[in-house]
Nanobody, 119 residues
C-alpha cells in the first residue's frame, strides 16, 4: 500500500508563497486520487484540494480557490500544493491523503507538515 510523506511547510509572512510536496512510496501514486487537507488548532480537519490520477479533475475549497494550485508529477511519484497569497487563516497542519478510485474514502494519510503564516 502507498505511503505518503509531506514536506515543505514552514513559517512565512502574509502574502508569501510556499509549495508543499507529497512524496509517495511503496506504490505508484498514479493509481490514486490525492487530496490535501488541513487542520488548524482547535478546528476539525478540512478539505483543501484534490487531483485525480491523470490530473483531469481538480477541486478546491472556496477558501483557497484562486490562491492554491494542486499538481502532480507521476514520474516523480509526487503531488504538490502551491500556496500563494498566504493569509494567517491558512495556518494549519497540512496533510496529503490518497484514495484509489472508485473508492471514495481517503484511506492513506501522511503525517502532516506545519504551515504558519504570520501577519
Amino acid at each position: 500500500q502507498v505511503e505518503l510523506e509531506e514536506s515543505g511547510g514552514g513559517l512565512v509572512q502574509a502574502g508569501d508563497s510556499l509549495m508543499l510536496s507529497c512524496a509517495a512510496s511503496r506504490d505508484t501514486v498514479s493509481r490514486y486520487s490525492v487530496g490535501w487537507f488541513r487542520q488548524a488548532p482547535g478546528k476539525v480537519r478540512e478539505f483543501v484540494a484534490s487531483i485525480s490520477p491523470r490530473s483531469d479533475s481538480v477541486f478546491y475549497s472556496d477558501s483557497v480557490e484562486g490562491r492554491f494550485t494542486v499538481s502532480r508529477d507521476n514520474g516523480e511519484n509526487s503531488v504538490y500544493l502551491q500556496m500563494d497569497s498566504l493569509i494567517p487563516e491558512d495556518t494549519a497542519v497540512y496533510y496529503c491523503a490518497a484514495r484509489m478510485p472508485p473508492n471514495t474514502t481517503y484511506d492513506h494519510w501522511g503525517q502532516g507538515t506545519q504551515v504558519t503564516v504570520s501577519s
